[in-house]
């Protein structure tokens, strides 16, 4: 069974969006797999890699449409990104430099961060997106 199993409930109803929290879902799955699994520190390192880069991907096409569709809590929505990024750049640092366990911590804290951003920031700001006349892509 899956670390994070993908549900409707976490679908936006914006095709883009809805694909980039599955891959990263798939990130974070693959990384408890790999920490339940004891793998190496190089491979545990490129998935942190990995999910570093795409959430700042996936944080700048996010906000780069909701400035387009003018959401009117864009700046605590980025705000909330920044503030998500640092801390999973904290795990990425501190794991790269000699802290190389991962903690049951971690593995949740990205379980909670990911659903619970997608149930609750990001359904705002898809509201509103999917009902001004901004582009979606």
């Not at 997608?118 to 006349?133: G, M, R």
């Amino acid at each position: 069974m899956a670390f994070i199993e993908w549900t409707e409930q976490f679908t936006l109803n914006i095709p883009q969006i809805d694909d980039q929290h599955r891959r990263l879902v798939d990130i974070v799955n693959k990384f408890d797999d790999a920490a339940q699994k004891g793998h190496g520190s190089r491979i545990m390192s490129e998935i942190l890699n990995d999910l570093v880069g795409y959430t700042q991907e996936h944080f700048n096409f996010e906000e780069h449409l909701m400035q387009e569709a003018g959401y009117p809590k864009f700046d605590l929505h980025q705000s909330q990104h920044r503030q998500l990024l640092q801390k999973i750049e904290r795990f990425q640092f501190d794991f790269n430099n000699g802290g190389r366990r991962i903690t049951p911590h971690v593995r949740e804290f990205l379980k909670y961060w990911l659903t619970s951003h997608i149930l609750k920031e990001d359904l705002a700001y898809a509201e509103h997106v999917t009902q001004s006349d901004a582009p979606v892509s």
